[in-house]
């Protein structure tokens, strides 16, 4: 049974939450700033690189200027010149969490995962109740096929914050490989149901659960069970082609769609 688990680790959500902090208003923000932060959350990321250059005063040492900057170049793979903003951001700033999170997310993207994961760990020793920082570390864990390592973060995670989408998708996604597929099954049917799921998650939330509720459908045929797999069946099948609404080119959602058909 072919299926891709779409982590959608989104470089873009990301990005967001770090260059936007809780409780942060656009008048601490440099000149120019908010208008490039447009552009990049429209994925128009060489159009805000060109705002930033106009508007960077070198002399200013822009702290947000250049995370952003990193976050475009991260988004156009290209990691040196990411890395370099980075890397003054982390020289200039040393309170800061977010540029050893976006160091890690590029690390991560690039495959050096165990790279990545030395990154977290030592920003965790300065910054142990940031929770992007702890969700990256579950990523790299789940990654790693670490599952008990990531769970334990996202334990930690959702003891402070009950309600995170990505902590209780990440679950979800371990379940998967697992196969434990109730569990996971109820972890993603939750996401589905929160109020404020980015749109992005949407696609590869309703492809996992199709997949999930696929294999439901496969354990209930071999247990004998063929009206409930009918039922679990013709759910799939309902998911896949949302995921499919979303994404009409993805040729992992249309295959998934048209295996399914036969059951039915």
Same mark, same amino acid.
């Given at each position: 049974m072919q299926n891709s688990l779409n982590l959608t680790l989104v470089s873009l959500f990301i990005c967001v939450i770090l260059l936007i902090p809780a409780g942060a208003g656009s008048q601490n923000f440099p000149s120019g700033y908010d208008d490039a932060l447009k552009q990049f959350q429209q994925k128009k990321y060489d159009n805000s690189l060109e705002i930033i250059r106009l508007n960077f005063q070198p002399e200013s040492q822009s702290y947000e200027f250049r995370m952003l900057a990193a976050a475009n170049y991260l988004n156009l793979a290209n990691h040196q010149q990411a890395l370099q903003h980075l890397n003054f951001c982390r020289r200039e700033h040393t309170d800061r969490s977010e540029p050893i999170t976006l160091t890690a997310v590029i690390l991560r993207k690039s495959g050096n995962l165990y790279g990545a +994961? $030395?990154?977290?760990?030592?920003?965790? +020793? $300065?910054?142990?109740?940031?929770?992007?920082? $702890?969700?990256?570390?579950?990523?790299?864990?789940?990654?790693?096929g670490k599952y008990p390592q990531a769970r334990l973060q996202l334990d930690l995670i959702l003891k402070s914050d009950p309600y995170n989408i990505h902590a209780i998708y990440l679950d979800g996604l371990i379940f998967i490989k697992e196969r434990r597929f109730d569990e996971a099954e109820f972890r993603l049917s939750n996401v589905l149901g929160m109020k404020a799921v980015p749109f992005y998650l949407l696609p590869s939330l309703h492809n996992n659960l199709g997949f999930v509720l696929e294999n439901i459908a496969s354990v209930n045929v071999q247990n004998g069970d063929a009206a409930g797999a009918k039922i679990k069946y013709r759910e799939a099948m309902d998911h896949y082609s949302k995921a499919l609404s979303y994404s009409p080119d993805n040729k992992i959602y249309m295959e998934n769609k048209d295996r399914i058909s036969s059951h039915l």
């Amino acid at each position: 049974m072919q299926n891709s688990l779409n982590l959608t680790l989104v470089s873009l959500f990301i990005c967001v939450i770090l260059l936007i902090p809780a409780g942060a208003g656009s008048q601490n923000f440099p000149s120019g700033y908010d208008d490039a932060l447009k552009q990049f959350q429209q994925k128009k990321y060489d159009n805000s690189l060109e705002i930033i250059r106009l508007n960077f005063q070198p002399e200013s040492q822009s702290y947000e200027f250049r995370m952003l900057a990193a976050a475009n170049y991260l988004n156009l793979a290209n990691h040196q010149q990411a890395l370099q903003h980075l890397n003054f951001c982390r020289r200039e700033h040393t309170d800061r969490s977010e540029p050893i999170t976006l160091t890690a997310v590029i690390l991560r993207k690039s495959g050096n995962l165990y790279g990545a +994961a $030395r990154e977290i760990i030592a920003g965790l +020793a $300065r910054f142990p109740d940031d929770v992007p920082l $702890r969700m990256e570390m579950s990523r790299v864990y789940f990654l790693l096929g670490k599952y008990p390592q990531a769970r334990l973060q996202l334990d930690l995670i959702l003891k402070s914050d009950p309600y995170n989408i990505h902590a209780i998708y990440l679950d979800g996604l371990i379940f998967i490989k697992e196969r434990r597929f109730d569990e996971a099954e109820f972890r993603l049917s939750n996401v589905l149901g929160m109020k404020a799921v980015p749109f992005y998650l949407l696609p590869s939330l309703h492809n996992n659960l199709g997949f999930v509720l696929e294999n439901i459908a496969s354990v209930n045929v071999q247990n004998g069970d063929a009206a409930g797999a009918k039922i679990k069946y013709r759910e799939a099948m309902d998911h896949y082609s949302k995921a499919l609404s979303y994404s009409p080119d993805n040729k992992i959602y249309m295959e998934n769609k048209d295996r399914i058909s036969s059951h039915l």
